[in-house]
Structures are given as C-alpha cells and as structure tokens.
C-alpha cells in the first residue's frame, strides 16, 4: 500500500515542487488578461503609479487592477513601494512583457499556454482514439502565441547566428538566390530574410490557410510584400525548384517529415541546401528532464503530436526528437551528411545538402 511507504521528507519536495508549478500555471490567465487588456504597456508608460491612477488610466475596475498588480508582484514580474501602494515595471519586465517589438518579448509564451487549456477535450479524445487534432482546430492563441513567441529567439539568432554558420547560404541569397520557408506560420522568419536579402526571390508555403493570410498582412504593413510570394501549400505540395529550404520549428509537427524532406530534396537546385531548426534536444529523453524539456515536451503533446497524427503517414516524432532521428528522416531523404550548424540553450540548426 503506497501510503505506508511515503518518505514524508520526498513527499514534502514533491509537494513543494507541484506548488512552484501551480503557481507558475495560476498566473496563466493573469498574463493573457493583462495583454489582452494593453495593461503592460500602460503600466510601463506611467509606472510608477498607485493602483487608483492605473486602474483610471486602463479604464478596468480599481479592484481587478490591484489584485492583478498584487499577483505579478507575487510573481516577482511588478515591483511595489514599501506600503504596497505604487507600482512599476522595471526595463527588464518592461521588455519582456510590455512592447510588441522588443527583442526580449516573451508574453506571447502566455497565448500558446491558454491556446493550449482550450484545447483540452479535443487533445483528450485523441489520447482515447490514438487519432490526430488537425493544426487548424487549435484555439487561434496557439497560431498567434507560436508567432510572438519565437519572434524574438529568430530575431536575435537569425541573420546574425543561424545562417552564417550554414556554409553558402549567406552568398546564395545575396546573389538572388531563391528561398523557400516551408511551414512558414505568420512568416515572421521569412520577412527577416526578404528585409534581409532584397535580391533574394522569396517564397513562404504553409498548410494553415489563416497563418498564409496573416502572413501576406504582417508582410503589406512591413512594406515587403513585393518580396515575398505566399501560398496555403502542404510540404508535399508546393511548386518550385530552389537554392535553400527552410523549415523554422515545423518538421516535427508534419505528418511524414521524411516526405517532407524528400520532397524538398526534390525541389532544391544542385548544390542546394536544406536548414531545420528544431528544439534543441537531446537523442536520450532523460537528458530533456528539465524546465526546458518540461515546456516542450507538454507543448509537443498538446500541439505537435496532435497535428503530426492528423495528416498522413502521422509518425508524431515529437518536439524534441533530437538530432539522431532529425538526420536519420534526412539521410533517408536522400541529403548527405546532415550536420549540426549551431546550437543553444533552445534551438539547433541542422544543415543538409543535395548531392
Ligand atoms: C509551430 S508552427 C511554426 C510556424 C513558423 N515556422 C514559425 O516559426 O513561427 C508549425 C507550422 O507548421 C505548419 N504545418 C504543419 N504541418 C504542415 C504541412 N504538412 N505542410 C506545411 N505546413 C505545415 C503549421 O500550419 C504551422 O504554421
């Protein structure tokens, strides 16, 4: 009988343990709120501020306003006077919370988190049938949230640390080599690239209709759509032929990532090159038991594994497949010698090339 065998000193560890991550999931909805309402961004402009004057200037009820400021400060992402009465948000909160376009934005974490609550029951009978959740009946947070929340990761990494560590593709696209992002989601790696490389010809294919539309706005607002050709196509359905492929944090959520791959093997010019970038991962699952692994291992059931099952073939490698696996569906594709090109304490990227 398990209760005769409780060490009350591992209990209490694990208790504290689901304690610190309650919390951690209790602020959930207090986050969406928040920027849902504008409240950072109001907050960071006028900080510091009693809750009286923050609650007049958001235009919300005095008493939801402080209980709201209360558990951020709870939370440690506000900051109070000694009598609890004046709050602000230092530059870093400000940055990580308030502004759309800072490089350190994380709330958009917050999205994929209450996409992800809403999409309980659906994910649930899937456990029960082994069947898929099409990407598409995913609460609209989790399309918006991925975008906000990979934004600042490519921001930082992209041009500056991914792609010049890949040999040639840097040259390729200066010289108006062609460009293809596959599963470009909102396309917010490929308007870096368009801005980037204005001779490139670039292209972003995704099998979500809505991301595709999304996509060509972001891109009109930036001034870059004549750069840049957008279609709702699968990854075993696009048309062209090209010098680089790109798939951003997407292989893993296809159904037949091999197809995938062959495909764009198929759709690359001689020489050309193939760029994942992936969670990084390691090949042995307990090495990922970690806060890291712990987000996208519980993202990937949510989200990846469903999608995977929906479509064909359905392999579901998962988020964190690692990079064994991840070279293997490429060399069975046909690419030689795929490789890691850099890596952090999030993200890899790994190079392949045609033969
Ligand atoms: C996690 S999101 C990443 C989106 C984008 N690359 C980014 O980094 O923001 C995965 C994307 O893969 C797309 N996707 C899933 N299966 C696909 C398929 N078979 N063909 C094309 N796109 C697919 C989804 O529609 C979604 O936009």
Same mark, same amino acid.
């Given at each position: 009988?398990?209760?005769?065998?409780?060490?009350?000193?591992?209990?209490?560890?694990?208790?504290?343990?689901?304690? &610190?991550? #309650?919390? $951690?999931?209790?602020?959930? @909805?207090?986050?969406? *709120? /928040?920027?849902?309402?504008? =409240?950072?961004?109001?907050?960071?402009?006028?900080?510091?501020?009693?809750?009286?004057?923050?609650?007049?200037?958001?235009?919300?009820?005095?008493?939801?306003?402080?209980?709201?400021?209360?558990?951020?400060?709870?939370?440690?992402?506000?900051?109070?006077?000694?009598?609890?009465?004046?709050?602000?948000?230092?530059?870093?909160? &400000?940055? #990580?919370? $308030?502004?759309?376009?800072? @490089?350190?934005?994380? *709330? /958009?974490?917050?999205?994929? =988190?209450?996409?992800?609550?809403?999409?309980?029951?659906?994910?649930?009978?899937?456990?029960?049938?082994?069947?898929?959740?099409?990407?598409?009946?995913?609460?609209?947070?989790?399309?918006?949230?991925?975008?906000?929340?990979?934004?600042?990761?490519?921001?930082?990494?992209?041009?500056?640390?991914?792609?010049?560590?890949?040999?040639?593709? #840097?040259?390729?696209?200066?010289?108006?080599?062609?460009?293809?992002?596959?599963?470009?989601?909102?396309?917010?790696?490929?308007?870096?690239?368009?801005?980037?490389?204005?001779?490139?010809?670039?292209?972003?294919?995704?099998?979500?209709?809505?991301?595709?539309?999304?996509?060509?706005?972001?891109?009109?607002?930036?001034?870059?759509?004549?750069?840049?050709?957008?279609?709702?196509?699968?990854?075993?359905?696009?048309?062209?032929?090209?010098? #680089?492929?790109?798939?951003?944090?997407?292989?893993?959520?296809?159904?037949?990532?091999?197809?995938?791959?062959?495909?764009?093997?198929?759709?690359?010019?001689?020489?050309?090159?193939?760029?994942?970038?992936?969670?990084?991962?390691?090949?042995?699952?307990?090495?990922?038991?970690?806060?890291?692994?712990?987000?996208?291992?519980?993202?990937?059931?949510?989200?990846?594994?469903?999608?995977?099952?929906?479509?064909?073939?359905?392999?579901?490698?998962?988020?964190?497949?690692?990079?064994?696996?991840?070279?293997?569906?490429?060399?069975?594709?046909?690419?030689?010698?795929?490789?890691?090109?850099?890596?952090?304490?999030?993200?890899?990227?790994?190079?392949?090339?045609?033969?």
């Amino acid at each position: 009988m398990y209760l005769s065998k409780l060490d009350p000193e591992k209990l209490k560890k694990q208790q504290w343990q689901i304690m &610190q991550n #309650v919390a $951690a999931a209790a602020i959930v @909805p207090i986050m969406r *709120i /928040g920027d849902e309402l504008g =409240l950072f961004k109001i907050l960071a402009n006028n900080g510091p501020c009693t809750d009286k004057k923050f609650s007049e200037l958001a235009k919300i009820d005095h008493r939801y306003a402080r209980e709201w400021l209360l558990a951020l400060c709870a939370a440690g992402y506000c900051n109070s006077d000694e009598e609890v009465e004046v709050f602000h948000l230092s530059p870093e909160q &400000q940055a #990580v919370f $308030a502004y759309e376009d800072s @490089p350190a934005l994380m *709330i /958009g974490a917050y999205d994929v =988190l209450s996409g992800n609550v809403h999409n309980i029951e659906a994910v649930r009978d899937a456990f029960k049938s082994g069947k898929g959740v099409e990407y598409h009946k995913a609460h609209p947070c989790c399309f918006q949230g991925t975008a906000r929340f990979f934004k600042p990761s490519y921001a930082a990494n992209l041009l500056k640390k991914w792609l010049p560590k890949v040999s040639g593709v #840097v040259e390729k696209l200066q010289e108006g080599g062609s460009y293809a992002d596959i599963g470009c989601g909102f396309g917010i790696s490929t308007l870096m690239i368009a801005e980037a490389f204005p001779d490139a010809k670039v292209y972003g294919f995704d099998i979500h209709e809505p991301s595709i539309e999304k996509a060509i706005s972001l891109s009109e607002e930036s001034g870059l759509s004549n750069r840049i050709n957008y279609q709702a196509a699968d990854a075993k359905s696009y048309n062209g032929y090209f010098d #680089v492929i790109a798939f951003f944090d997407c292989l893993h959520d296809m159904g037949d990532p091999e197809g995938a791959a062959r495909y764009a093997y198929e759709h690359l010019n001689e020489g050309g090159v193939i760029v994942l970038v992936e969670p990084t991962a390691s090949d042995n699952p307990r090495e990922n038991f970690h806060t890291i692994g712990q987000m996208y291992y519980s993202f990937s059931t949510m989200g990846c594994i469903p999608t995977s099952k929906s479509q064909e073939v359905g392999l579901a490698i998962g988020a964190q497949a690692g990079p064994k696996k991840l070279s293997e569906i490429l060399a069975n594709a046909g690419f030689s010698e795929p490789q890691i090109a850099h890596k952090n304490a999030s993200n890899m990227v790994i190079e392949a090339r045609k033969k």
